[in-house]
């Protein structure tokens, strides 16, 4: 056996932090659907009661805890690729010691 073959995992990676970037830029393309209803709710809530001369404390915490809440999604799937990218490497590294291993030079 060969190098492990992690290509796929590490196009996911690039990606996952491309949408991690995007999102610390408030950008709204890599939310999901869940996500991206929050964000827009809580706007709305906000909007509405600037209009009405009220406060926005709450909709601040909605919007900032949407964001968080998205962050912090991203950053569990960064982990999970990277933890399944070690363990195809450690896969292919044990496999390639067993086969050294079992020759009689």
Not at 30 to 35: F, W, Y
Not at 42 to 53: K, Q
Not at 61 to 87: D, V
Request: net charge positive.
């Amino acid at each position: 056996m060969g190098k492990a073959d992690t290509r796929r995992l590490d196009r996911a990676i690039r990606e996952t932090n491309r949408k991690l970037d995007a999102v610390r830029e408030r950008e709204m393309w890599p939310l999901s659907g869940p996500e991206r209803r929050a964000i827009l709710a809580a706007m709305a809530g906000g909007s509405y009661r600037i209009v009405r001369g009220r406060s926005t404390g709450n909709a601040d915490r909605r919007l900032e805890s949407a964001w968080t809440s998205a962050e912090t999604r991203l950053i569990a799937e960064i982990t999970a690729l990277h933890t399944e990218r070690q363990r195809i490497v450690h896969e292919a590294a044990t496999a390639k010691a067993a086969k050294k291993s079992s020759g009689w030079w």
